[in-house]
């Protein structure tokens, strides 16, 4: 069965109680004409949990966090558990962004521990790796993900299927620099080729998006690739209108694959 695509938002750092309701206006109006063909959330912040939850429970639109704590023990002043974070109704939570992975040091070990108490939280984790214009440059941008990945699949073993993972390479966020259509298509068949080699036997079950300057032009061609399920939206994702257009491409091209014709 195809579920359609997973369209991801990612406010990061912005965002207020209005455009949680300018959201669910826009929200309740459009996506109903897209008869569930792909699904919807938004990792917004920590603050606007509730706010979501309040606004968009009735509405197709679903609600996450942008990171939660690999602690669980109530002696973390600042950090937010995943427990706390599905206590909201979220569904979804961003670990090991890069902005966390580069900005905050977090290691892989950190980001695989996140996770970890995502799944226990019952909450599914989307779990970011990418590299940066460095190693691509230099020619380790597969060893950065297999690294990144292995040590995943080592914390995961076979809840790794419950996972949602992205592929953002760091140089292309914010940056207007998408990659390129063949680049995802290599990378993306390349996260399969590290993950049955580590003994995951159904790999279509782990759904891959790609995320990096996805916007309203870019988003069918990048969802056409074989092996993406979907997008990781940041900036454009904090314009109402633009999210949704994201929103009707991915339809789009859940319906194209349905009926074979999607020629990308
Ligand atoms: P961008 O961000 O779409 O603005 O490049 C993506 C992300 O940070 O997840």
């Known amino acids: 069965m195809n579920p359609g695509k997973l369209v991801v938002g990612n406010w990061k750092m ?16 459009e996506l109903p004409a897209l008869g569930g063909r792909c699904e919807v959330a938004v990792c917004v912040p920590h603050p606007l949990l509730m706010a979501a939850q309040a606004a968009w429970w009735c509405t197709p639109l ?7 704590s690999a602690a669980d023990d ?34 892989d070990a950190d980001v695989s521990a996140k996770a970890r108490r995502a799944l226990d939280a019952g909450i599914t984790p989307i779990v970011c790796i990418g590299e940066t214009a460095e190693e691509r440059d230099d020619h380790r941008a597969e060893e950065v993900l ?42 993306h068949g390349f996260i399969e080729h590290v993950l049955r080699f580590h003994g995951q036997r159904d790999v279509r079950e782990v759904r891959r998006l790609y995320g990096g300057s996805v916007d309203p032009r870019n988003a069918r061609a ?6 993406v399920d979907g997008v990781l939206v940041g900036g454009a994702s904090q314009r109402a209108g633009d999210f949704l257009e994201i929103c009707k491409a991915a339809t789009g091209c859940a319906a194209g694959m349905t009926q074979g014709s999607e020629d990308g």
């Open 14 to 29: 912005t965002g207020d109680v209005a455009r949680v309701q300018a959201f669910a206006a826009q929200a309740c109006g």
């Open 62 to 68: 679903r609600w996450g966090a942008q990171d939660c």
């Open 74 to 107: 109530g002696r973390s002043t600042g950090d937010v558990s995943a427990a706390m974070v599905r206590a909201t109704g979220a569904r979804f939570v961003i670990v090991g962004h890069s902005e966390r992975r580069h900005g905050r040091g977090e290691t």
């Open 146 to 187: 297999r690294r990144q990945l292995q040590r995943l699949v080592a914390a995961l073993g076979a809840s790794l299927g419950a996972v949602v993972l992205a592929y953002e390479p760091v140089w292309a966020i914010g940056s207007g620099r998408t990659a390129s259509v063949g680049m995802i298509e290599d990378v």
């Open 222 to 227: 990048i969802m056409a690739c074989p092996g």
